[in-house]
């Protein structure tokens, strides 16, 4: 069998068309479930129907474009990643693994080549969690890891996941279904952009990910005493909103100096009353 290549160029121009779908000045705006998030799920699916996969959306709403392989029986190798991003996100994270894991089957389809195992292409849906505060949605319902909280979620307006979630082809209700069991799959493998300089600094032009960072997520409330801004001294106040400024430091401490965790972000906070003449009783962050 001969060893058949990409086409670069086909591969960054799908990756610019991509692009299109939620580009603004400040940045890709291709939240999860949002019109511009639909769209760009839908140029995804031709260009699988272009390659030849036979295209189906799961219960848990992940697009999966299969290729047939030639032994019947064997698991399939699966390619892929999100097309979703955060608010004022980047154009190629999530993107470009999905992108060329299409190159990679339309690749096999212009050569006439058929692997021993099915390939299939996935684009796993509502990965970045923005709206509904329920990350990897997608890949956690065909992992089987679906929590309670996910089918009752709700966003920042007050619209139902399901109905969401009924928007792009999925079933909420039936999200369970979507689980493919330990061992479903021979390999997995997805290309992902750098998103921290590391490689880049050192000029080297790809890695092998052995290691990710784990993730934890913490609300703090802190209560103080609101009061008037212009009258209460500074040793009589109890600002809760200095106390979160306190807490905000040792947070970067905790990575920067101490070097307790390798990052550490605080990046929500907010102040109640949210006045600029009264002095914060109450902060979250």
């Known amino acids: ?35 511009e998030d639909i769209a760009g799920r839908q140029y995804v699916m031709s260009l699988m129907g272009q390659a030849g996969l036979e295209v189906r959306i799961d219960e848990g709403g992940n697009i999966i474009g299969r290729l047939p392989g030639s032994v019947p029986g064997l698991r399939a190798i699966g390619l892929g990643s999100h097309t979703d991003t955060v608010p004022s996100g980047g154009k190629y994270d999530g993107a470009l693994g999905v992108m060329a894991a299409l190159e990679c089957a339309q690749t096999l389809t212009d050569n006439h080549q058929t692997l021993r195992h099915p390939v299939e292409v996935m684009v796993f849906t509502n990965e970045e969690g923005t709206g509904f505060h329920r990350w990897l949605l997608g890949s956690r319902a065909m992992s089987g890891l679906l929590l309670p909280e996910d089918f009752a979620a709700v966003d920042d307006i007050g619209v139902t996941l399901a109905s969401r979630m009924s928007d792009i082809g999925g079933n909420l209700s039936r999200a369970d279904e979507a689980n493919r069991g330990a061992g ?49 001294s500074m040793s009589g106040r109890h600002d809760a909103l200095v106390s979160a400024a306190s ?7 905790m990575a920067a100096e101490d070097e307790i965790c390798r990052v550490a972000t605080t990046g929500a906070i907010s102040a109640h009353p949210n006045a600029a003449n009264v002095i914060p009783g109450k902060a979250r962050i």
């Not at 060893?3 to 960054?12: F, K, M, T, V």
């Not at 997995?188 to 990710?212: A, K």
């Not at 807490?247 to 401490?253: D, E, G, H, S």
């Open 247 to 253: 807490l905000i430091l040792a947070v970067q401490r």
């Open 1 to 35: 069998m001969t060893q058949p290549a990409i086409d670069g160029s086909r591969l960054n121009r799908t990756l610019q068309e991509l692009g299109k779908f939620g580009d603004s000045p400040l940045g890709m705006q291709r939240v999860a479930f949002s019109p």
């Open 184 to 232: 479903a799959l021979a390999a997995f493998f997805e290309l992902h952009i750098e998103q921290g300089p590391n490689l880049y600094q050192i000029g080297t032009p790809i890695g092998v990910v052995n290691g990710i960072t784990g993730r934890a997520l913490f609300e703090v409330e802190i209560d103080g005493t609101a009061n008037h801004a212009g009258t209460t």
